[in-house]
């Protein structure tokens, strides 16, 4: 891992109307890097990534990518700095194939990239197999893999994983936790967001716990993995 910084959240505010959900958080995720954003519900997890990703502006506080300011810049436009965001719930257009629903990952660019999607089909065989059936027949774990191959063919040298894990069986998120890992030694830089504290600390190199809109903990993950205050809040122990 390098040390150079990718993305610099600073003293970033997110506010609903007069609901601050963010209150001023600092974070760092370095090129090379899986970075793991932990916390409990309500906790600021989404708020982070959307703001990251230009679905909302910070109200106080900077944004930078590469040092540049990128608060204020739209999400559509943030693809072409090289964001990609696979939301929570793994939105894909449900009545488009598997191929479609890749080919609108690559929209930034004026034509689909075949090598790119050839790689999207050797991480995820299942999706090479099913590349002709509609997205909304596929298990969710499968729309998972669809809605992570899509953000990919944007070519992300930052991606934005929120909960990639929810609400799959055990097995599929051991799968999907090591694809990300993958991508990850193929060269994207990760930030992760994740209920699933283990798993993903397991995964990070470093991680950040949000607590009510602020950084209540961060550091290596290891150490986050072996600090006792984690495990009784997070890892189900103590
Ligand atoms: P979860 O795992 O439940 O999604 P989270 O850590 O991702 O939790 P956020 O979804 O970012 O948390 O929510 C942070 C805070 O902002 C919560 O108090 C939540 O109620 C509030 N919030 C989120 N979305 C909105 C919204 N659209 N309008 C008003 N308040 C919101």
Do not use: C, W
């Not at 906790?43 to 909302?56: E, Q």
């Not at 609108?104 to 075949?114: E, K, L, N, T």
């Not at 060269?187 to 607590?211: K, P």
């Amino acid at each position: 891992t390098s040390e150079e910084t990718l993305l610099e959240l600073k003293s970033m505010r997110v506010f609903y109307g007069a609901i601050e959900a963010i209150k001023g958080i600092d974070l760092t995720v370095r090129k090379g890097e899986i970075v793991a954003l932990l916390g409990g519900n309500g906790a600021g997890k989404t708020t982070t990534l959307r703001t990251v990703s230009g679905m909302l502006q910070p109200r106080h506080g900077e944004v930078l990518l590469r040092g540049e300011r990128i608060d204020g810049i739209k999400s559509h436009e943030l693809v072409r700095f090289g964001i990609g965001h696979v939301p929570e719930g793994r939105r894909v257009f449900s009545t488009m194939t598997v191929r479609e629903n890749l080919e609108m990952g690559a929209y930034r660019f004026s034509s689909v990239d075949m090598a790119e999607m050839d790689r999207v089909f050797t991480l995820f065989p299942r999706l090479a197999e099913r590349r002709s059936q509609q997205a909304g027949t596929l298990s969710g774990g499968e729309q998972q893999m669809l809605a992570i191959g899509r953000a990919l063919m944007g070519k992300p040298e930052l991606l934005l994983l929120d909960e990639p894990s929810m609400g799959l069986a055990p097995l599929i998120v051991q799968q999907i936790f090591e694809i990300i890992e993958e991508i990850n030694k193929q060269g994207t830089t990760v930030l992760l967001v994740e209920q699933n504290a283990t798993q993903a600390l397991g995964l990070a190199n470093r991680g950040y716990v949000l607590e009510t809109g602020e950084v209540a903990m961060s550091g290596p993950a290891t150490d986050l993995l072996a600090d006792n205050r984690i495990r009784a809040a997070y890892l189900g122990e103590g």
